[in-house]
C-alpha cells in the first residue's frame, strides 16, 4: 500500500482513500465533492482526520493512510497503515454499541456515548490493518 499523494481520492469501487503519514507538516483538503457532499481532510505525520459536511467521520493519531473507506447506517470498512500503533476515533450513532474486527478477527465491542463517539487501536507497525465495525441489535 502507499500514502495518498493528493490527499483524498474516490477509488474506482466508490470507497474513499485518503491520508499521508509521511508529511511532517499539515496539509490539507477543504470542500472535496463527492455525490453532493463535502468532505474535508487534515493529515501529516501526527494526525489524519476526515469530515463530511462538517462532522467527524474518522481521526487517526498518529496520522495514518486510510484505504477503501466506506460506512454506511450498519457498517464501516477500511484498510489503514501507519507507523506503529494509532489511534481511531469515529462518530457514529449516539448510544449503540458497536463490534470491531481487525484483519478479521473480532477485537471486542465499543459503545458510542450520547456524542456517537468510539475509539479504538490497532497496532500498525507499517503494515495495512483491514478495520470492519458493524452495529450491534
Do not use: C, W
Given at each position: 500500500?502507499?500514502?495518498?499523494?493528493?490527499?483524498?481520492r474516490v477509488?474506482?469501487?466508490?470507497?474513499?482513500?485518503?491520508?499521508?503519514?509521511?508529511?511532517?507538516?499539515?496539509?490539507?483538503?477543504?470542500?472535496?465533492?463527492?455525490?453532493?457532499?463535502?468532505?474535508?481532510?487534515?493529515?501529516?505525520?501526527?494526525?489524519?482526520?476526515?469530515?463530511?459536511?462538517?462532522?467527524?467521520?474518522?481521526?487517526?493519531?498518529?496520522g495514518a493512510t486510510?484505504?477503501?473507506?466506506v460506512?454506511?447506517?450498519?457498517n464501516v470498512?477500511?484498510?489503514?497503515?501507519?507507523?506503529?500503533?494509532i489511534?481511531?476515533?469515529m462518530?457514529?450513532?449516539p448510544q449503540?454499541d458497536?463490534?470491531?474486527?481487525?484483519?478479521?478477527?473480532?477485537?471486542?465491542s465499543v459503545?458510542a456515548g450520547?456524542?456517537?463517539?468510539?475509539s479504538?487501536?490497532?497496532?500498525?507497525?507499517s503494515?495495512?490493518k483491514?478495520i470492519g465495525?458493524?452495529?450491534?441489535?
Amino acid at each position: 500500500m502507499a500514502v495518498i499523494e493528493e490527499l483524498i481520492r474516490v477509488e474506482d469501487n466508490g470507497s474513499l482513500s485518503f491520508g499521508n503519514y509521511l508529511v511532517e507538516r499539515k496539509k490539507k483538503v477543504v470542500d472535496f465533492e463527492v455525490n453532493g457532499d463535502l468532505y474535508y481532510v487534515k493529515t501529516f505525520n501526527e494526525i489524519t482526520r476526515l469530515e463530511k459536511n462538517g462532522k467527524l467521520l474518522l481521526e487517526a493519531v498518529p496520522g495514518a493512510t486510510v484505504h477503501n473507506f466506506v460506512m454506511n447506517d450498519e457498517n464501516v470498512s477500511f484498510e489503514v497503515e501507519g507507523q506503529g500503533d494509532i489511534q481511531i476515533t469515529m462518530e457514529l450513532e449516539p448510544q449503540k454499541d458497536y463490534r470491531v474486527f481487525i484483519d478479521g478477527v473480532n477485537a471486542g465491542s465499543v459503545s458510542a456515548g450520547i456524542s456517537g463517539k468510539v475509539s479504538f487501536s490497532v497496532a500498525a507497525n507499517s503494515f495495512k490493518k483491514t478495520i470492519g465495525i458493524e452495529k450491534i441489535g
